[in-house]
């Protein structure tokens, strides 16, 4: 290990600044001078991306386990399976010589429309925030780091090297960097990428709010922050900012410009110190680990069979069952003679999205061959029902429906096509391929038993079909094994047990960013504010057509009451909750019990309930376990930007513990003492109602303004009284008619500063 400080004390100018950009698109300068090598890093997320030529940005790359992307994981609400995941990752990156994963991404679900929804985990940023969390301890498990991105409110892909999204405060801290926060302060990611876009008109590569207030002042993160590729504009404002390394690399350019800012005053040399220290820091402690000098070895059969098994054990605890009317899963090949599989995707499976996040898969499991493997003597006969490229062909259509009358059942698999959702761009609308819709119709009027098999990334409307199926399993897009996952799953060897990580609208228009996405003149404004996915639904009383949370079992599951460690929590507590929950039903099971806060009141608006816990509970027919839940006052609280921080109001929240958002089985209250009371701020310019409504603004009140007035003002009518009490403090001698003088409203406001 280098003496960090020492080293730098040695560098030149040019040698600090040229460390400060790539040597390729995935490597780090060395600098021979000194004894200092250069490291590797890869996309990611769902698996390695290793070009195999190093100077590609783009092009083939090395065989690697496509693992189920993370909005499929997301489905899963399984921590320890995101760490299992991620300690796969880990080891594949170390045999292909990867020092860094450049992964994982936790922005928040704003549009079901953007491109790289896929590569995201959820509409709540506690539940990305705690599944990315276990994927980075399960990576850096294994000495190689992550590359968290991407930092931050990268929400679509429409003009993303440019858009600006326009984010009140309060909403960037509860809803769009919340997932990070819970990351860098539980999991410590190496390294945080930078975002492409800017936020409230600034560049995130030289955001200094965010890459060094935020993030490192407050949230105490000790890495490097890389740049996206290409997210540069301002080198020199970067390094400021406390933006470390540039990639790709190399840029000579921008090096020179970090040395002639230096020369001529402009950049001051102790803010390149620090980056150079941080990249430093980097590479030593990547190139510290154990392994982490060797050659790539690259991966080895026994690797590749044991991943691939991970992948399909994942793929199948990452999948929905969305709807099963009448049990019609799982088939049960003692009772079907025959079953028709439609749909190209029965082939040829979408099981990753586009963009830099394409794995080359080691293999992949064809939904086909593994329904028959799984079929037993169910004769299963195989027709194409639509185009390649999802358009209706009637010639299909018709041979397809003919089979499915024929069968005992249908399984038709649908979805996305390839090149539907890619990094890059985003969808247009949130249909599924006429050819898809089409067969579905066709087939579901002639076979009851039609089971729809979904693969997208991102929500898809249903209307025109849904009623007319009775099952739909979303498999998303699972990985390479997910085609064996579907066959475990609809035959019964797996009991399925995913539920969704975001809401399914009704329609696109039901969506709270439609009429602000994707922005115009360069902005996007976040209108809806803090209300995104169920937050929004909820508050507006839109019914989706499938909740957040939602997802069936072919077992059921009870509840019993909910027990609480203390029936009050304060700052500095920590609350345990327990609920029993008993498998109903036959089979093994496992359900995933989420809890939500719910305030009785609050100063600030609030979403009706947020996500605070979750837990999976596996339980054999018959058996009972508890779902336990930990809660500390965090949970509770807003941010208030007025303050500047985390408010936790004294007073009565519930627990609301159930089997999806609209599922709630048990309810619990708590009372919350002792935490921070956000001041109502009085001022002149607050409401009179807002001075009646605290202690000290109606003791003031009371105390200055003549009694006479009080009086008068009693004896309004009401309707009279409500349009008086929105008049603003320093507007009583004008609705008093002078009664109330100036120097009143001043002795009023000096009350309650004092
Ligand atoms: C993507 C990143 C990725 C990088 C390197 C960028 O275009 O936004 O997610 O890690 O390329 O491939």
Redesign the pocket.
């Known amino acids: 290990m280098h003496d960090i400080e020492a080293l730098v004390r040695q560098m030149s100018l040019e040698e600090k600044a040229a460390l400060c950009s790539g040597a390729t698109?995935?490597t780090t300068k060395p600098l021979a001078r000194l004894g200092v090598d250069s490291i590797t890093?890869?996309?990611?997320?769902h698996g390695l991306?290793r070009p195999i030529e190093q100077a590609d940005?783009?092009g083939r790359s090395i065989p690697a386990t496509c693992f189920p992307t993370a909005s499929a994981l997301a489905c899963s609400w399984d921590r320890d399976l995101l760490r299992e995941v991620g300690e796969a990752l880990g080891v594949e990156a170390r045999a292909l010589g990867v020092h860094v994963l450049?992964?994982p991404?936790v922005n928040m679900k704003r549009t079901p429309l953007c491109g790289?929804n896929f590569?995201y985990y959820s509409e709540d940023p506690y539940l990305a925030g705690e599944l990315a969390s276990a994927y980075v301890e399960g990576v850096q498990s294994t000495g190689v780091g992550t590359?968290l991105?991407?930092f931050a409110a990268?929400n679509q892909e429409s003009e993303?090297l440019s858009i600006s999204a326009e984010i009140p405060e309060r909403v960037l801290r509860e809803i769009y960097l919340a997932a990070f926060e819970r990351v860098v302060t539980q999991a410590r990611p190496w390294s945080v990428?930078c975002?492409?876009n800017r936020i409230n008109g600034t560049y995130a590569s030289q955001h200094r709010h965010l890459l060094t207030e935020i993030l490192r002042d407050e949230w105490g993160f000790e890495g490097a922050v890389i740049s996206?590729?290409?997210?540069v504009d301002d080198r020199v404002a970067g390094i400021e900012a406390g933006l470390d390394l540039e990639?790709?690399g190399p840029s000579p350019c921008n090096d020179r410009r970090i040395v002639e800012a230096v020369r001529s005053g402009r950049l001051d040399e102790q803010a390149l110190d620090r980056a150079v220290t941080r990249i430093l820091a980097l590479v030593e402690r990547a190139l510290a680990q154990p392994g982490a000098r060797d050659p790539a070895r690259g991966l080895q059969a026994p690797e590749v069979e044991a991943h691939h098994r991970l992948a399909r054990r994942a793929a199948a605890r990452c999948m929905v069952l969305l709807k099963n009317d009448g049990g019609v899963l799982p088939l049960d090949p003692a009772r079907l003679r025959s079953v028709a599989v439609l749909g190209h995707m029965a082939v040829a499976p979408q099981f990753q999205g586009g963009?830099?996040?394409r794995v080359q898969p080691t293999r992949v499991d064809v939904p086909l061959d593994e329904l028959r493997a799984a079929a037993g003597s169910v004769a299963l006969t195989y027709y194409q029902g639509y185009l390649e490229s999802g358009e209706p062909d009637d010639a299909l259509l018709r041979s397809a429906a003919r089979a499915a009358e024929a069968a005992d059942a249908a399984l038709i698999f649908a979805g996305l096509p390839d090149g539907v959702e890619s990094?890059?761009y985003d969808r247009l609308d949130m249909e599924l391929p006429p050819g898809h819709v089409a067969l579905i119709q066709a087939v579901a009027a002639v076979q009851p038993r039609t089971v729809v098999v979904l693969h997208n990334g991102a929500p898809v409307s249903m209307a025109g079909w849904i009623d007319r199926v009775p099952a739909v399993l979303l498999a998303g897009l699972a990985g390479q094994a997910s085609g064996g996952a579907v066959a475990d799953i609809l035959f019964g060897r797996v009991n399925p047990s995913g539920k969704l990580a975001e809401t399914y609208p009704v329609r696109l228009e039901d969506n709270p960013s439609y009429l602000n996405f994707p922005g115009e003149n360069g902005k996007v404004f976040y209108g809806e504010g803090l209300f995104i996915g169920y937050r929004y639904y909820e508050a507006r009383g839109v019914q989706p057509l499938f909740p957040f949370g939602h997802g069936l079992s072919y077992t059921t599951f009870s509840y019993g009451q909910a027990s609480l460690s203390r029936p009050s929590i304060a700052p500095g507590d920590s609350l345990e909750v327990q609920v029993p929950v008993t498998n109903t039903g036959s089979r093994d099971g496992e359900e995933i019990v989420q809890l939500y806060v719910r305030p009785h009141r609050s100063q600030l608006p609030r979403p009706v309930k947020e996500l605070k816990g979750f837990a999976r509970v596996a339980l054999a027919p018959g058996e009972t376990r508890p779902a336990s839940f930990r809660l500390t006052i965090r949970d509770f609280s807003y941010y208030d930007p007025e303050r500047g921080g985390w408010v936790a109001e004294p007073g009565t929240y519930d627990l609301l513990i159930g089997a999806s958002s609209q599922d709630i089985r048990v309810q619990a209250t708590v009372v919350l003492t002792g935490g921070v009371l956000a001041d109502t701020r009085l001022t002149a310019e607050s409401s009179i109602q807002a001075w009646l409504d605290d202690p000290r603004g109606r003791e003031a009140l009371e105390r200055f303004v003549p009694d006479e007035v009080m009086r008068r003002y009693r004896e309004q009518p009401a309707v009279m009284r409500r349009v008086l009490r929105n008049y603003p403090l320093k507007k009583l001698p004008h609705v008093t008619g002078g009664r109330v003088d100036e120097a009143t409203v001043q002795h009023i406001l000096q009350s309650v500063t004092r």
């Open positions: 698109p995935w890093v890869s996309d990611g997320p991306r940005m783009i450049l992964a991404g790289r590569e590359c991105k991407h990268n993303r990428m975002s492409y996206d590729w290409g997210a990639m790709p963009g830099s996040s990094e890059g």
